[in-house]
């Protein structure tokens, strides 16, 4: 069951569209279920309905013209909650929905439980599925009514009510979510032959401008350079800049003029001071080394969003707020890097997982720095050739995902586990697509019968639960090929195969075959051990063998520290 509510200063008009057949002849038999004293005139069960309708306005606003006479009456006296059930719930009786009314008004302030002064107040049922209450907000006392924060109150409210009632629970949020449009917005849209409003458009286009800029000042000249958009910036008198402000080219209000929207307005996360705190002192990493030398951009942003698990199972919820928001940005950069038939899916994927990216734990912006600016560095290396980058990259992401729901389940965010499900059903799909490709040119290069027979025998010693399972799945050709490809390169399969299952259990894989393929085929683009490191990671082996007791968490794999990633 969800409420809606608002304020207005016109009971008559409410009254009558209460009462009336409705804007689309929806009102079908209008009449009161509940009052503040039981014996409300009701215009619906009246035989003179305008003379009922009138004398029922005048009793709820007999304290607002006493409070008049004193000064005291409030601008907007008039407060509106609808309520509705979902839809499959059972039908209620008027009976139910009228201790439903006095429930609400009891938990919202407007008339407290056994309060003599509470506000004077009506419940109109027009339809199967919700009932009005309408309400004047003076008191007996012609104080005005003490309903603070009325919705969060009337919510939590509903939640017992639901309960109670045996209807479906509401996922509910945490006021973190991002204006839904209005009506007008939406037809607005309709009319305009768009699927999306303005404000979603506006919304969106700030979300990718801020994916891809390194600092606040390049993130408003990202705007501002966007086709069909128009940006207004605004500074202190110090000339610092104080904020922005937004609108859509053609999207017009009445005069003729802009309708702009400020960064806040389109989302509680996208106001320019928030966008600053993300956006200060990162960027892309420069590196000296050879270009021959230097890491693929796709590795190192894969390597770190396979971090993500672990920074969220380490209790840190500040930094585990920042690194989902930072992998929020990851997937809204993505579309502008994925070939075109990827696009709609990753798009969908970025737009749902938005929700998840805000919670009410404050981010520690400064704990994502590394992650958004290996984020960055895709920019310099769009997707091309067999798309193997991507494809990594979305294997992790998958991973990632699933890890941000789960926190997000522990804390009891219910929209942000929602939205983040309904993004790993699109990120799936961009996944089988994007793994396509290159899973096949990698079959294609498949080694000879004896060498797979090999490596199918390294492949059950250091993998036994899973090895024939692997074996098993199409994509253990393209496994055997970066396999004996890193063996040519200099790489101990072997060891390979060690070191990220250790690095990552294959409980959780949608597919082993392609988990160990994108981490082997990163792995082995690292330079290979020379003989001397091989020797010492012999030496090494079997120390720890002959005394495992002292077996370091950090074991040394292909001549160099075991990167840290996660152990789910």
């Given at each position: 069951m969800i409420a809606k509510i608002s304020s207005g200063k016109d009971t008559a008009g409410l009254i009558r569209y209460l009462y009336g057949p409705g804007r689309a002849n929806e009102h079908t038999d209008p009449h009161l279920v509940a009052s503040w004293d039981g014996f409300a005139p009701d215009p619906g069960r009246s035989n003179d309905f305008n003379a009922t309708r009138k004398l029922l306005v005048a009793d709820l606003d007999l304290r607002l013209h006493q409070a008049k006479r004193l000064g005291r009456?409030?601008?907007?006296?008039?407060?509106?909650?609808?309520?509705?059930?979902?839809?499959?719930?059972?039908?209620?009786?008027?009976?139910e929905w009228a201790t439903i009314a006095r429930r609400i008004v009891a938990a919202t302030g407007i008339a407290p439980e056994g309060d003599p002064d509470g506000c004077r107040w009506v419940a109109v049922r027009h339809a199967e599925d919700h009932i009005h209450i309408a309400a004047t907000k003076v008191r007996g006392d012609l104080r005005p009514a003490r309903h603070w924060n009325d919705y969060l109150t009337a919510d939590k409210e509903l939640a017992i009510i639901?309960?109670?009632y045996g209807l479906q629970q509401v996922i509910r949020g945490d006021r973190t979510a991002a204006k839904r449009p209005t009506r007008a917005e939406q037809e607005k849209a309709h009319r305009t032959g768009h699927q999306r409003t303005a404000r979603e458009r506006l919304r969106s286009t700030v979300r990718t401008a801020v994916s891809v800029a390194t600092s606040p000042e390049e993130f408003l000249d990202i705007l501002a350079r966007t086709d069909n958009v128009h940006v207004d910036i605004q500074y202190f008198p110090s000339g610092d800049i104080r904020g922005y402000k937004i609108a859509l080219a053609g999207d017009t209000n009445a005069a003729g003029d802009p309708i702009w929207h400020s960064g806040s307005k389109l989302a509680p996360d996208l106001s320019f001071p928030k966008i600053r705190e993300r956006l200060t002192d990162i960027g892309t990493t420069p590196t000296t080394a050879p270009e021959n030398r230097r890491p693929d951009p796709w590795h190192q942003a894969t390597a770190a969003a396979e971090r993500i698990p672990t920074r969220l199972n380490q209790g840190d919820d500040a930094a585990a707020q920042a690194n989902i928001a930072a992998f929020g940005e990851a997937l809204d950069a993505l579309p502008i890097l994925a070939p075109k038939d990827l696009r709609p899916q990753l798009q969908q994927a970025a737009s749902t997982f938005e929700r998840a990216t805000r919670s009410r734990v404050r981010a520690q912006q400064d704990q994502a720095r590394a992650l958004r600016s290996a984020i960055r560095a895709l920019l310099t290396t769009p997707v091309t050739g067999d798309g193997a980058g991507l494809a990594m990259f979305l294997d992790v992401a998958l991973l990632a995902?699933?890890?941000?729901a789960h926190w997000h389940q522990l804390r009891q965010h219910d929209q942000q586990v929602t939205a983040a499900h309904q993004a790993l059903t699109h990120l799936q799909t961009a996944y089988q697509e994007a793994a396509r490709a290159p899973l096949a040119s990698l079959a294609q290069r498949q080694p000879p019968a004896h060498t797979i027979e090999r490596h199918a025998k390294q492949l059950r010693a250091v993998v036994p639960d899973y090895a024939e399972q692997v074996l098993e799945d199409p994509a253990w050709a393209a496994l055997a090929t970066v396999l004996t490809e890193s063996e040519t390169a200099g790489h101990d399969p072997e060891r390979l195969l060690q070191h990220v299952t250790r690095q990552r259990t294959l409980a959780d894989a949608h597919s082993a075959a392609q988990v160990l393929t994108w981490r082997i085929l990163r792995l082995s683009q690292r330079q290979a051990p020379s003989a001397r490191a091989r020797a010492a990671q012999t030496r090494s082996t079997v120390r720890s063998i002959s005394s495992p007791a002292q077996v370091s968490p950090a074991t040394t794999v292909q001549g160099g520290p075991a990167p840290r990633g996660p152990h789910r």
């Open positions: 009456a409030p601008k907007q006296h008039v407060w509106h909650c609808s309520l509705r059930t979902s839809p499959g719930d059972r039908v209620l009786s008027d009976d639901e309960k109670d995902v699933t890890a941000a």
